[in-house]
Antibody
Framework: QVQLQESGPGLVNPSQTLSLTCTVSGGSISSGGFYWNWIRQLPGKGLEWIGY???????SYNSSLKSRLFVSLDTSKNQFFLTLSSVTAADTAFYYCARRGYLSRYFDYWGQGALVTVSS | QSALTQPASVSGSPGQTIIISCTGT?????????VSWYQHHPGKAPKLIIYDVTYRPSGVSNRFSGSKSGNTASLTISGLQADDEADYYC????????????FGTGTSVTVV
């Protein structure tokens, strides 16, 4: 059974950088065949796709966040990462990591989510 | 892109059937057979319950079914059970915008 788990600071100061880790178990990121995604839920709003990374390092980002966003991975640790710079209160959200199959158009496994609050 | 529109809440009694709608545009729901639905119990990982409009992943109850007509997709939950009380989100592949996937606004299902 594939499992994903987000981890990282729950509080970030405005203008600083938000960093989250997604640890994958029950499957290897390096085996290919899947896109590893970040998705967030803003307070009182729906979900927003942030971006993905493939095992070979290829990424795709939400155009509205692209200038502040960086997604990376460490296949030796079976982890992938989210870095969002110059955060504001508008970036306060639950952040989820999720898996999507290479040929599929849905997210089959998700993490439980991590709440990140941007506040001084 | 705008989020897909869902009713904020739907309620039903045990055993009843409820339907949750998900309305988009021809650039997402109406243009592709790539609508998926997720069940989310707060504090837990969202769970995929329907993909590609009508398909159920292995292990998902057949009480959940999906359909689509034009720009509106629907999730039907039949034989409503207490454990169905959760938030439900639709999603669709999309083109022409800033993201390849859009999500619904979410529907809170209450079993009364």
């Amino acid at each position: 059974q594939v499992q994903l788990q987000e981890s990282g600071p729950g509080l970030v100061n405005p203008s600083q950088t938000l960093s989250l880790t997604c640890t994958v178990s029950g499957g290897s990121i390096s085996s290919g065949g899947f896109y590893w995604n970040w998705i967030r839920q803003l307070p009182g709003k729906g979900l927003e796709w942030i971006g993905y990374i493939y095992y070979n390092g290829i990424t795709s980002y939400n155009s509205s966040l692209k200038s502040r966003l960086f997604v990376s991975l460490d296949t030796s640790k079976n982890q992938f990462f989210l870095t969002l710079s110059s955060v504001t209160a508008a970036d306060t959200a639950f952040y989820y990591c999720a898996r999507r199959g290479y040929l599929s158009r849905y997210f089959d496994y998700w993490g439980q989510g991590a709440l990140v609050t941007v506040s001084s | 892109q705008s989020a897909l529109t869902q009713p904020a809440s739907v309620s039903g009694s045990p055993g009843q059937t409820i339907i949750i709608s998900c309305t988009g545009t021809s650039r997402d729901v109406g243009g592709y057979s790539y609508v998926s639905w997720y069940q989310h119990h707060p504090g837990k990982a969202p769970k995929l319950i329907i993909y590609d409009v009508t398909y159920r992943p292995s292990g998902v109850s057949n009480r959940f079914s999906g359909s689509k007509s034009g720009n509106t997709a629907s999730l039907t939950i039949s034989g409503l059970q207490a454990d169905d009380e959760a938030d439900y989100y639709c999603s669709s592949f999309t083109t022409g915008g800033t993201v390849p996937y859009v999500f619904g606004t979410g529907t809170s299902v209450t079993v009364v």
